[in-house]
């Protein structure tokens, strides 16, 4: 496990079911040297489209003409994937997906299901700090960071890669140090 590449990565899906939708977007950054790589794939199943899902990530079939096929992703993404460790945001939700990819194209990949889950991260180092939910947007107003109107798997996996590193390092300690001086000026407000 020691010596295992960290992949930071997100997915955006045309819906939740990993046996009934398909990813059309992942991204990945690789720990060690910051490398990025981003896929978009054209859906096979176009019926199987849900609306909740594009109303999220913003999916417009003209914004994915030069997407690649969905075979094509499983080739690629199994290549970068293979034996390394993954960190997400829920990795359970993107890993079911990927191997129903992977599953569905034939790709040949030791995929760990050993991930790091940020969630797991931010229930244990900001929930008891006052954070209220587990989203991903939730995490991002309460650490004061951007939020977008759609979510990019881009995006999403550079915020991962940055909440890991917040949560897993010395970073942390100054976190706490802002959150605990913003909970004490909140206690010596003058009530009006």
């Known amino acids: 496990m020691k010596n295992k590449e960290i992949l930071f990565l997100d997915t955006e899906t045309t819906g939740l079911d990993c046996d009934y939708h398909e990813i059309i977007s992942v991204s990945v950054i690789r720990q060690s040297d910051g490398r990025l790589w981003t896929w978009k794939a ?91 939910s587990l989203s991903m947007d939730s995490i991002r107003t309460f650490l004061g960071w951007k939020r977008a109107k759609f979510h990019t798997c881009m995006q999403d996996a550079k915020d991962v890669e940055r909440l890991f590193k917040l949560l897993t390092s010395w970073k942390r300690f100054i976190l706490y140090s802002k959150l605990i001086s913003k909970k004490l000026l909140g206690l010596f407000r003058w009530k009006k």
């Open 42 to 132: 054209n859906p096979e199943w176009i019926d199987h489209i849900d609306d909740k899902a594009i109303a999220i990530n913003g999916y417009k079939p003209q914004d994915w003409g030069t997407a690649i096929t969905q075979n094509e992703m499983a080739h690629e993404l199994g290549m970068i994937l293979d034996g390394c460790l993954i960190v997400g945001h829920n990795p359970k939700f993107d890993l079911g997906f990927i191997e129903n990819l992977f599953w569905r194209h034939g790709v040949k990949c030791r995929l760990s299901h050993h991930a790091i889950d940020t969630i797991t991260l931010s229930y244990v180092y900001l929930v008891p700090w006052g954070l209220k």
